[in-house]
């Protein structure tokens, strides 16, 4: 424990091994990775946080860096997070950290993390967000996630942002449909990625047609779709624009922050149930004789559910 | 419930319009829906459940109907269940079952459903799993389950099936990125759909070399790459033998069925517990509370779990 508290001190200073090291605690989800988030989390809610999602190959992380790489330039401390789905055994994601870090080489304002589900289902939403908190702590004004694809997993991740920005590129029927198939609610700004291409036109066009189906929560924001290059860094100025804008609305609505607040307690709160569960053998000998007893007998997981829950609690009352 | 018990009876005789009433009902989450899994539970677990993943425009739904045919034409009773994470505002996945239950219009064998996400996230896979007990009860021998994407509740779905078949297109450099980026574990069976394009053998080479570099844990069981044209039905009979190979080596082996017996009556202990915490009062007011101090004073989110878990065991001591 001793070893957490001086780590905490270096990741408040900014050390980037620090946050590494940090960051890998919460991603084995370690008894380490709470009692790390609890001494930083008073020190973090200041980062500004970004979400960026899209299909692989719409260019989400040339865009990312591109936006990074503006904000550098105004001074501002940048934490970058890849959201890579990639199991460990193809070792993609540290192969994409030593590139990208390669374009911020030498620029300690800039942090770039990869992470990745390590086959335990839930687990990776709940690492990002406490590295969110890490970033936020070691003192990053902004915090840019990303993330691929359409599946709830991802839209819960993507749900953490303040800001959540969509990547897509012209001409792309498939993604056009996996976006109306699931993150279009969660858009806040759309993106029109590789606009030199064919159709660009067409596909604001398009985004611009379903968004016009949806009555957007939101009366004082409606979603705009912007074109951009990030290769050639072509608008990404006017994309950084439209942030700040949404930015400065939403600054005074604390209610945004209460939302995100409360599902993460929930989220730690049933991770601390199961652990519970998990800690008392004479649960956990219930929880065993509840499965062979649904093979066996056709005992519904429903009521099992509820055998098991009179006992949690009854547990607690008899101890 | 007297309505629940009728219902229960007309579905586990295979009526089709019960079969859509209790999946709608399992969609709604309501109390209703318990007690409708609870009566069938006992009479499923025979059904084949078989899941089919790949990005949109592979080909999947074609690939799914032309294996359903096939299993029609031997006499077994199929349900085809597409797990689309579409907004409630498009109406996508209505027009989608209309075109598709034409398919197989007139035969009372196959039952055709689409599901999606209604703003509940996590929701989708616990309908997703009472609805395969539905159609099972009803007697269906085989469930096919359609997801698309690769976030991780939809991995999540694909594992509660017994088979899973991962679908891809020749020369989807991107598609064998999302691939490699988290569906490869799951598959069973892989399969290069429109196999008639250009770059097949190519495809088929460069997910045999991603296997090649991995250990799987089933040492009897090297995931098979199947060429396919679901269009013309070219291979469909030799994806259906593979899946019966398959189907063969597990018959004997109950400790796949133990694993999602059990994550069934974790997910649903879980949702149980927030329903508990939700009931009452004072915890509420708990939650409120320490939500109000996250924000203010900078609370942990692990403290106040911590807290909201060690009230909600006291209080049942106190009850």
Same mark, same amino acid.
């Given at each position: 424990?001793?070893?957490?508290?001086?780590?905490?001190?270096?990741?408040?200073?900014?050390?980037?091994?620090?946050?590494?090291?940090?960051?890998?605690?919460?991603?084995? =989800?370690?008894? @380490?990775?709470?009692?790390?988030?609890?001494?930083?989390?008073?020190?973090? /809610?200041?980062?500004?946080?970004?979400?960026?999602?899209?299909?692989? /190959?719409?260019?989400?992380? &040339?865009?990312?860096?591109?936006?990074? *790489?503006?904000?550098?330039? @105004?001074?501002?401390? +940048?934490? %970058?997070?890849?959201?890579?789905?990639?199991?460990?055994?193809?070792?993609?994601?540290?192969?994409?950290?030593?590139?990208?870090?390669?374009?911020?080489?030498?620029?300690?304002?800039?942090?770039?993390?990869?992470?990745?589900?390590?086959?335990?289902?839930?687990?990776?939403?709940?690492?990002?967000? #406490?590295? %969110?908190?890490?970033?936020?702590?070691? /003192?990053?004004?902004?915090?840019?996630?990303? *993330? +691929?694809?359409?599946?709830?997993? =991802?839209?819960?991740?993507?749900?953490?942002?303040? &800001?959540?920005?969509?990547?897509? +590129?012209?001409?792309?029927?498939?993604? %056009?449909?996996?976006?109306?198939?699931?993150?279009? =609610?969660?858009?806040?700004?759309?993106? +029109?990625?590789?606009?030199?291409?064919? /159709?660009?036109?067409?596909?604001?066009?398009?985004?611009?047609?379903?968004?016009?189906?949806?009555?957007?929560?939101?009366? #004082?924001?409606?979603?705009?779709?912007?074109?951009?290059?990030?290769? *050639?860094?072509?608008?990404?100025? $006017?994309?950084?624009?439209?942030?700040?804008?949404?930015?400065?609305?939403?600054?005074?609505?604390? !209610?945004?922050?209460?939302?995100?607040?409360?599902?993460?307690?929930? !989220?730690?709160?049933?991770?601390?149930?199961? @652990?519970?569960?998990?800690?008392? &053998? =004479?649960?956990?000998?219930?929880?065993?004789?509840?499965? $062979?007893?649904?093979?066996?007998?056709?005992?519904?997981?429903?009521?099992?559910?509820?055998?098991?829950?009179?006992?949690?609690?009854? $547990?607690?009352?008899?101890?």
């Amino acid at each position: 424990m001793e070893a957490v508290v001086k780590l905490t001190e270096r990741i408040l200073a900014g050390d980037q091994r620090a946050i590494a090291r940090g960051i890998s605690i919460v991603e084995s =989800e370690s008894a @380490e990775a709470a009692v790390l988030v609890s001494q930083l989390f008073s020190r973090a /809610g200041k980062a500004r946080v970004i979400g960026v999602t899209g299909a692989p /190959g719409v260019g989400k992380s &040339t865009l990312v860096d591109a936006l990074a *790489t503006e904000w550098r330039r @105004e001074g501002f401390g +940048v934490g %970058i997070i890849a959201v890579d789905p990639t199991s460990p055994f193809s070792g993609g994601a540290i192969l994409g950290d030593r590139i990208r870090m390669q374009a911020h080489a030498g620029d300690a304002g800039v942090y770039v993390r990869s992470m990745a589900t390590r086959g335990h289902l839930g687990g990776l939403s709940h690492a990002t967000g #406490d590295a %969110i908190v890490i970033l936020d702590a070691a /003192g990053k004004d902004v915090v840019l996630i990303e *993330t +691929v694809g359409v599946g709830q997993g =991802e839209i819960e991740i993507a749900r953490t942002a303040d &800001t959540s920005i969509v990547v897509t +590129v012209p001409g792309a029927g498939d993604d %056009i449909q996996a976006l109306k198939a699931g993150i279009m =609610e969660i858009g806040d700004i759309f993106v +029109v990625n590789k606009s030199d291409r064919d /159709g660009a036109d067409r596909t604001v066009a398009d985004i611009e047609g379903m968004l016009a189906l949806k009555a957007h929560e939101d009366v #004082d924001w409606h979603p705009p779709v912007l074109k951009t290059q990030a290769t *050639t860094g072509d608008n990404v100025m $006017e994309l950084l624009r439209t942030v700040r804008r949404l930015e400065a609305k939403q600054e005074d609505s604390v !209610d945004r922050r209460r939302e995100r607040l409360r599902s993460r307690l929930y !989220d730690i709160l049933r991770r601390r149930f199961r @652990e519970h569960v998990e800690s008392r &053998t =004479e649960l956990m000998l219930a929880v065993d004789g509840a499965v $062979e007893r649904m093979i066996d007998s056709g005992l519904d997981p429903y009521t099992a559910a509820e055998e098991i829950l009179a006992r949690v609690l009854k $547990e607690s009352r008899d101890s």
